[in-house]
């Protein structure tokens, strides 16, 4: 476990680290991101308890005031106040790693490690191991084995985000912690975040004349999911998914105990928050040594059973790579190979829990690709670790993954490649029931819910009407906006597995089609070249030798430029 301490090849610089008066400080290699641990009462407010807090100034202003670290314990005194700084531990480091489709990632950070002793008496221990980006900080917790902590039974992290100004926000509200995601995202000032309603991350912040920021979470790995609320004017507190045993407890664990890590991305402007890989970073490397099995591509939906072999047949004159079905048998299994077209088979989280031990292998056996899990709406610690679990089981035998519903990234596809994509959102799927998903809804999700990771949307629909025109309908649905509109979101929405979500007659004779074949769905660069949160957004990617722009507006007409360099 001395894996967040000790490195080979530390190269130190007293340029990007300080210590002084029991301030840690480290900077980001181009030194305009800065962020202190302080131990005591936060600067400015000594109303409040001595704790230890964290601060962080962007371009020399602050960006994130004195905020609360620390743990509320079941029957234990909280971690986290009356603390001594021990040791430090800082380190400049560069990391490069290799994604499906072949895109090679690079991040260069500093970091340090700052290790607390609680109240000698107490004699607990607590490291706060910071990483500062050019584009973006993270922060967790490390918790020892010590004789007064063997056990970490967490009510609560008492981890904050103290916004220096009131400014634009875009939360989703959720009603409780098992909705999947599948709301609307809100436009409204920081401040008028319903107190102590509960929001969903990504978070998009407006910090007026400084920049912007959007907090989530990465590596999260036995350890209920992160929420925030918000408990006072511009602070959003930490709140985590419970678990589901009756215990009233967050998180029960042993030490030693590596928490997620707490994700700031901060940018000049929101769009260029998309460039960023700080959250894939920060996850292990692969645990799969041979990815070549590991295929992007395009998928189409069978839309009945007895429709399975037309849609294979289509997927096979457009070359796309793969049919989702609901069951498969060896007759369709080997229709679907001489038409050489990889099936997935889409099954209830319930049934792969209880099943996957015996209906992996056979689905191997049949050569199926990949297995989308449907109706994941949990993210308690014991969901997370059930994740981990049908990940590795399906990466033994060489199956692909989606996730239906689920929660947000938070860059397992670093540590298991064969997870493609995830929902985690309102997607193209509610046409079938309501307007939800338009152009709006769609501008909004490449400003928040996209910075943590793939989303799988449902693309491609060539069933185009304006508002006035459109009803909820099961068979066919309509898509509100423009067929334009529809085909930008193939370069705008990023995920490895990209559905064609029209009925196949939709398709027939329509020469836009033609680019839903041929648009990549593995990228090599990613530049958001323009954008406005909330009202359009344009962003071009490179596959090879060639780049895709894409670009997108809501319900507002609009014109712009966009540099081509």
């Keep these: 476990m001395l894996r967040w301490i000790l490195r080979a090849a530390l190269v130190l610089s007293v340029a990007v680290f300080a210590l002084a008066d029991d301030v840690v400080t480290v900077k980001s290699p181009d030194g305009r991101i800065e962020v202190r641990l302080l131990d005591g009462p936060p600067p400015l407010d000594d109303t409040r308890l001595p704790q230890l807090t964290y601060q962080v100034d962007y371009n020399g202003k ?168 918000r408990t006072d004017r511009t602070t959003m507190h930490a709140r985590l998914s419970p678990r589901v045993d009756g215990s009233q407890l967050a998180v029960r664990n042993k030490t030693p105990v590596v928490t997620p890590w707490r994700v700031l991305l901060i940018a000049d402007r929101p769009e260029k928050l998309l460039e960023s890989d700080i959250v894939t970073s920060l996850n292990l490397p692969s645990k799969i040594a041979d990815p070549s ?96 679990k049908i990940a590795a089981k399906a990466a033994e035998h060489k199956l692909m993954l989606a996730i239906g519903g689920g929660y947000k990234p938070d860059g397992l596809q670093r540590v298991y490649p064969n997870v493609l994509t995830v929902e985690a959102a309102l997607t193209a799927d509610s046409a079938k029931v309501g307007a939800a998903a338009n152009p709006q809804h769609e501008v909004l999700l490449a400003f928040t819910r996209l910075l943590a990771g793939p989303l799988d949307y449902g693309l491609g629909g060539f069933e185009n009407v304006m508002p006035t025109e459109f009803e909820p309908r099961a068979s066919r649905p309509m898509t509100l906006g423009t067929r334009a509109h529809q085909l930008a979101l193939y370069v705008v929405l990023e995920s490895p597995l990209q559905a064609v979500n029209g009925d196949p007659q939709s398709y027939a004779g329509q020469r836009d089609f033609d680019f839903v074949k041929a648009v990549p769905t593995a990228w090599d660069t990613t530049r958001a070249v323009s954008g406005e949160a909330g009202e359009y957004i344009a962003v071009a990617r490179s596959h090879g030798n060639e780049w895709y722009l894409g670009a997108i507006t809501n319900w507002t007409a609009r014109e712009f430029d966009v540099p081509l360099n």
Aim: aromatic fraction near 10%.
């Design 62 to 229: 602050p960006l994130i005031l004195g905020s609360y670290l620390g743990f509320e314990i079941a029957n234990q005194l909280r971690l986290g106040h009356k603390l001594g700084l021990v040791k430090t531990y800082p380190g400049v480091y560069d990391e490069t790693f290799t994604l499906p489709g072949e895109k090679t990632k690079s991040v260069h950070y500093n970091e340090v490690v700052a290790e607390y002793l609680q109240n000698g008496s107490l004699g607990r221990l607590m490291s706060v191991e910071v990483r500062a980006f050019n584009d973006g900080v993270a922060f967790r917790y490390v918790i020892p084995p010590s004789p007064p902590l063997l056990e970490m039974p967490i009510d609560s992290e008492m981890t904050e985000f103290h916004f220096a100004r009131d400014g634009e926000a875009f939360p989703l509200m959720l009603s409780n912690f098992q909705t999947a995601y599948k709301d609307q995202y809100t436009r409204r000032t920081l401040s008028t975040i319903p107190e102590d309603g509960l929001v969903g991350l990504p978070l998009l912040v407006e910090q007026p004349g400084i920049g912007w920021v959007a907090v989530t979470e990465a590596d999260l790995d036995d350890y209920a999911g992160l929420y925030l609320a």
């Design 293 to 388: 099995w590991i295929r992007p591509g395009k998928i189409a939906r069978a839309a009945s059973p007895a429709a399975l072999r037309s849609t294979i047949d289509f997927a096979a004159s457009a070359g796309l790579e793969y049919v989702l079905a609901a069951s498969i048998d060896q007759d369709i299994a080997a229709y679907a190979r001489q038409k050489n077209v990889g099936l997935w088979l889409s099954a209830d989280w319930r049934i792969v829990e209880s099943e996957m031990d015996q209906s992996f292998p056979q689905l191997a056996t049949l050569g199926v690709r990949g297995v989308r899990v449907e109706g994941w709406t949990r993210e308690d610690q014991d969901a997370v670790v059930l994740l981990h």
